[in-house]
């Protein structure tokens, strides 16, 4: 009997003495929104905006297969501004 309360006592002993926990750096990957910086895309004077009521049908015409190219070009520059903040 004697031993089992000398080795409960032990026991309860060990656990009275804390060890302080010693401080250490840990790095943690965070991730940070950062701004976009890219140039602002100019629109261009679309090629509709000077056609008038009475000029020729192949004016007209001419001036919306020009503005579509200028569409195209547009979006491609407005494609390449929002890939590059990605």
Excluded: N
């Amino acid at each position: 009997m004697k031993w089992l309360v000398f080795w409960g006592l032990v026991a309860l002993a060990g656990c009275a003495v804390r060890q302080d926990a010693e401080p250490r750096t840990v790095r943690v990957e965070v991730p940070v929104v950062v701004p976009c910086r890219t140039p602002p895309v100019q629109e261009p004077t679309w090629s509709t905006t000077s056609v008038q009521k009475g000029d020729s049908l192949q004016l007209k015409v001419r001036a919306l297969l020009a503005e579509r190219q200028q569409h195209i070009g547009y979006e491609t520059q407005l494609r390449a501004a929002v890939q590059a903040c990605q």
